[in-house]
Nanobody, 118 residues
């Protein structure tokens, strides 16, 4: 069983930055490509960014050039640096521990709220 804990969300103005962290613990065998997803009110959860153990990444078109995903394999931790935030980035951000496929098959965290004010 894998436990996932996200942190780093908050309230920020348009153009601001936040750095999210996601720490996974438990069975390392189940921790593969880690990824970030977000869900805005009334919308479906969507992929934001994913990173493999080897460092390959993929991003949603809407965040390319503004967000950067990274990971520390030794700590089973993934980060999401978010710059140039926009109101449409508002939502609950979730981490998943096996996120390359669709749908993601890993464990989910409880989420962290990101609110971008205009």
């Amino acid at each position: 069983q894998v436990q996932v804990v996200e942190s780093g969300g908050g309230l920020v103005q348009t153009g601001g930055s936040l750095r999210l962290s996601c720490a996974a613990s438990g069975s390392s065998i189940s921790i593969n490509a880690m990824g970030w997803f977000r869900q805005a009110p009334g919308k479906q959860r969507e992929l934001v960014a994913v990173i493999t153990i080897g460092g390959s990444t993929k991003y949603a078109v809407s965040v390319k050039g503004r967000f950067t995903i990274s990971r520390d394999n030794a700590k089973n931790t993934v980060y999401l640096q978010m710059n140039g935030l926009k109101p449409e980035d508002t939502g609950v951000y979730y981490c998943n521990t096996d996120a390359w496929g669709s749908p993601p098959s890993g464990s989910w965290g409880q989420g962290t709220q990101v609110t971008v004010s205009s």
